[in-house]
């Protein structure tokens, strides 16, 4: 299935006589009802409702439960676009635990204004995405602020997912002499994000990694590869990651610079603007924290798994505990050979990219 970065307006635009949202799109009356029966429903479909809530059946006894809100500005960028990364960003939460993604809420935060082609893109692009990740949307909801206090639009999802892991998956399951593996290359999403915003031209455009792992993460588990930690690689990037997994464990994690891979063109960008690639955020990456003795199973599923453009590496082990129990170190080692400790990020390195 074409990702939602190939998604395009296939049908036409409905409320046609009206070109923007209005506040009347969120006041409960019959623009409203137009919005949501024109709009949404058309494309999300029609679950199973009993007054104001979706009636589902899940399957199991153990479920996950995820939530988060995007922000993301521009709304759409090269590889991407709110709505497919609000879709993204719930499914790999979810898949981080060691749940299948079943079933997603969406409420948007619409401003007055807002282009309603641009709503009827971004909607359509979420729906896709919905069925790349193999998820349904079942329940949502709608609100318009006033012009100039929304951004053009803000999304909340939220993601109920069936636990399949045999075994939990968290920091604390991080064992001493654990391969440390990421599925792809770094840094992309943030740079496409920081490209499109400030305006920038590089010889190639840089496309946002954007994209669910729910199925790479299936896909291991079922091949029987023991995952300790899963944990995505969104703000913060890697380093972000990397230290609160040594703080939550207590064990110091030992990496390699010239084993991560970062693509050349964002690496130039990186350096031109003065971003370190290992904390500039991702949408479609994960690191897993497995036995050695998996490592040659995990590295041939995220391989079969894996677009053309990513690159699965083992990029360092786990070392032994930290000296503190309260505390974990991450040291890198880098190009030319010298260690040095990898720190938490002081700051926000850029902005409203997710």
């Not at 409905?14 to 494309?43: D, R, S």
């Not at 090269?78 to 993604?101: C, F, Q």
């Not at 204004?113 to 893109?121: A, D, K, N, P």
Request: charged share 15%.
């Amino acid at each position: 299935m074409a990702s939602s970065s190939d998604f395009s307006l296939s049908c036409p635009i409905p409320l046609q006589n009206y070109p923007q949202v209005l506040l009347a799109h969120g006041g409960g009356g019959k623009l409203m009802h137009q919005l949501i029966e024109q709009m949404f429903l058309p494309i999300f479909g029609r679950a199973e409702v009993s007054h104001d809530a979706s009636v589902f059946a899940v399957p199991g006894d153990r479920l996950a439960l995820t939530t988060d809100s995007y922000v993301v500005n521009p709304l759409i960028f090269p590889g991407g676009d709110i709505g497919s990364m609000a879709v993204y960003g719930t499914v790999n939460d979810l898949a981080m635990a060691g749940a299948k993604p079943l079933y997603l809420s969406a409420g948007f935060i619409l401003e007055e204004g807002l282009s309603m082609e641009t709503l009827w893109q971004i909607v359509q692009s979420m729906q896709g995405a919905a069925q790349r990740a193999g998820v349904q949307i079942i329940t949502g909801d709608t609100k318009v602020v006033d012009r100039g206090k929304g951004d053009g639009m803000f999304i909340n999802t939220s993601g109920v997912g069936e636990i399949v892991s045999p075994t939990p998956i968290s920091p604390q399951q991080v064992r001493s002499q654990d391969a440390i593996i990421i599925n792809g290359d770094l840094g992309r999403h943030g740079i496409a994000i920081m490209a499109v915003r400030e305006g920038l031209e590089f010889e190639t455009t840089i496309k946002s990694d954007s994209a669910p792992v729910s199925h790479q993460v299936l896909a291991l588990l079922e091949a029987g590869v023991n995952l300790h930690c899963l944990r995505d690689l969104t703000r913060g990037g890697l380093a972000s990651t990397l230290n609160e997994i040594a703080l939550s464990s207590s064990l110091n994690l030992h990496i390699d610079e010239s084993l991560i891979p970062v693509q050349e063109d964002v690496r130039g960008a990186c350096e031109i603007l003065g971003f370190d690639p290992l904390y500039v955020a991702n949408e479609g990456r994960f690191v897993a924290f497995i036995p050695q003795s998996d490592v040659d199973l995990a590295l041939s599923v995220l391989k079969e798994t894996s677009e053309a453009e990513m690159t699965p590496s083992v990029i360092g082990t786990v070392g032994e505990k930290a000296i503190s129990d309260s505390s974990g170190l991450v040291s890198l080692k880098s190009q030319i050979g010298a260690s040095r400790i990898l720190d938490w990020l002081s700051g926000e390195q850029l902005p409203r990219i997710c």
